[in-house]
């Protein structure tokens, strides 16, 4: 049964936009498939009661995170999440609270909100609540770019879309026009290009270039032959002077 969100975690439905996949279209999904994970059992606190943010600014300190997400309620545990090597921000980060209600506060109210001029997402923990959880580094996931060619949908941001042989004739124009103005606009906003724009820009590119040596050479042309009309025209004309006698041979007057 098709349903927005999974109750459990397949990384071959997850490449699927409507869920539907029986063959993986990307290598991520074979390292998913191949990949044998099981949460961490070094993390403690409440699975049900820790959001996970995302799409943090590398610049988004831990107190600016907790303090943030303190106004939702109390806050028991707040972690960035750090590069092992460079210590830099991998720009997502769990936080834990106290009572549930704070959580789906947050989760309600956070996602899509500007921290350090990054709009984040929130979702809740999926490592210890869905099962078949697999990672983003592993092929796994939710949500990421166009233009990486390894979206994975079945979360917040992304949800799955409804199969097109069970939609109404209004519910496919709908989706089709949806699918339109969302790739202009995520074309727009991030630059990102569908396959084969690069050879229709170079194509274009070259069409225009071959059209404006064109007009060049076909100026040329209109110059010279009017250069050439217009001494003819000046000869014509001081040669009926001349048998007016009105003009030297040398052509002065």
Sequence with gaps: MWTRRPDEYDPLKAGSIDGTDKHPHDHGIIRALEANYYPNRIVKGNPKLTLMAFG??????????????SKYGKVVHCRLVRDIVT???????????????????????????DIDGNTISVEFECE???PGWVPRRLGGGFGGKKESGQIRFGGRCRPFKKPLDEMGPRERLAFRHEESDRRSHVDRRYG??????????????????????????????DDSEGGHRRSGEDEDRRSHKRRRGEVDSDGTR
């Design 128 to 130: 210890r609540t869905l």
């Design 87 to 113: 210590g830099f921000s991998k720009q997502y980060a769990f936080i834990e609270f106290e009572k549930e209600r704070y959580a789906h506060e947050a989760y309600t109210d956070a996602h899509r909100r």
């Design 192 to 221: 990102a290009t569908r396959p084969g724009d690069e050879r229709r820009s170079a194509d274009l590119n070259e069409r225009r270039t071959s059209r404006d040596d064109k007009h060049v050479r076909r100026r040329k042309r």
């Design 56 to 69: 943090l600014s590398p610049k988004t300190t831990e107190e600016t995170i907790k303090k943030y997400f």
